[in-house]
């Protein structure tokens, strides 16, 4: 059974950081595109990050410099260290497993992150 389970999300002021995780199992993890997504009330999913098997990184535009996606593949884990938090980062993130050769794909239930003072 797969399962993808983030953690790490919260309520957080303006400036500050949050790192969340995303433990994955029941899949082989290193043939998988690993990423984050995030959803805001009233709007799409959108793509935050993702770490390829061989290393590539890719970040949206509006979190280039702040934050950073890593992966552990001994530890089956994906992190995503999220600097500078701004308001408009509030949503809930989604962390995604993309099988290599696009036949598969699994998302995890998500984790609540609320920027505000």
């Known amino acids: 059974q797969v399962q993808l389970v983030e953690s790490g999300g919260g309520l957080v002021q303006p400036g500050g950081s949050l790192r969340l995780s995303c433990a994955a199992s029941?899949?082989?993890?290193?043939?998988?595109?690993m990423g984050w997504y995030r959803q805001a009330p009233g709007k799409q999913r959108e793509l935050v990050a993702t770490?390829?098997?061989?290393?590539?990184?890719n970040y949206a535009d509006s979190v280039k410099g702040r934050f950073t996606i890593s992966r552990d593949n001994l530890e089956n884990t994906v992190y995503l260290q999220m600097n500078s938090l701004k308001p408009e980062d509030t949503a809930v993130y989604y962390c995604?497993?993309?099988?290599?050769?696009?036949?598969?794909?699994?998302w995890g239930p998500g984790t609540q992150v609320t920027v505000s003072s």
């Open positions: 770490f390829t098997r061989g290393g590539s990184t």
């Open positions: 029941g899949i082989i993890f290193n043939v998988y595109t």
């Open positions: 995604k497993a993309d099988r290599v050769w696009g036949d598969l794909a699994y």
